[in-house]
């Protein structure tokens, strides 16, 4: 079943509000008062949650990738938040700026930042760290880093980041892509789970996708996910 149900906590009622019956219309309606809320409601709103499915593996080696990998992805994601973060303030402030030597002056700032201190983070990580941050960057932003770089610089520039990131074995034109890759749906329920126990705080992401579709796919399919140290 395909659907976002809503988390119901059985508790007293009366801790957080009261129910009184009003006639209205020759019917008895219910309203509920929420304490400290003035405001009469018919019924309580409460937050949607997936009700996500529990992952079984064909063998322990499949389990094991499957830890690596989830250690890995809640490492990097905060640079992915942030990358996201930093664009958007970009654009904003960009659109307040009426001369074009005020948007250049702003844009060298950003530049420095994702030269200089993003950068700088990736050439920490390792091989898979850095190849998860990269698909991560095009969910959070719905662009490639290869298209922020030539976006923000030259084509060259990004041309030749891209070059440098292969000699590690990343490739800076990664996509995020749950539908088609196992790894990245792997990597994408770790995500809902990590946001879920709180560990990492949710950004909704620029590129579409359904969870559910993508778990009837392949958790009904017993290929195994590779992933690389």
Known sequence: MKS??????FLP???????????????????IY????????????????????KLK??????????????R????????????????????ERLETLKSKRAK???SKK???????EFSAELKKLTKTEG???????????????????KELRSGWRAFWFNSTANLFDISLKREFNPIEVKEDFYIEDILERAFQNSVLKRQEPAIEFDYYDLSDKWLNDQTTVETKN
């Open 4 to 9: 976002f149900l809503s988390l119901i906590l």
């Open 13 to 31: 009622i009366g801790l957080f509000a009261q129910i009184e019956p009003v006639e209205k219309d020759s019917t008895l309606v219910q309203y």
């Open 34 to 53: 929420i304490e400290g809320d003035s405001i009469p409601k018919i019924a309580i709103d409460l937050d949607e949650v997936l009700l996500l499915n």
């Open 57 to 70: 593996f064909a063998t322990k080696k499949e389990r094991i990738k499957y830890l690596i990998l989830r």
């Open 72 to 91: 890995k992805t809640i490492k990097v994601y905060p640079y992915a938040k942030l990358a996201a973060e930093r664009l958007t303030t970009l654009k």
């Open 104 to 106: 250049k002056r702003y």
């Open 110 to 116: 950003i530049q420095r930042f994702i030269e200089d």
């Open 131 to 149: 190849q998860i941050l990269v698909k991560l960057i095009h969910r959070q932003t719905g662009k490639t880093t290869f298209q922020l770089i």
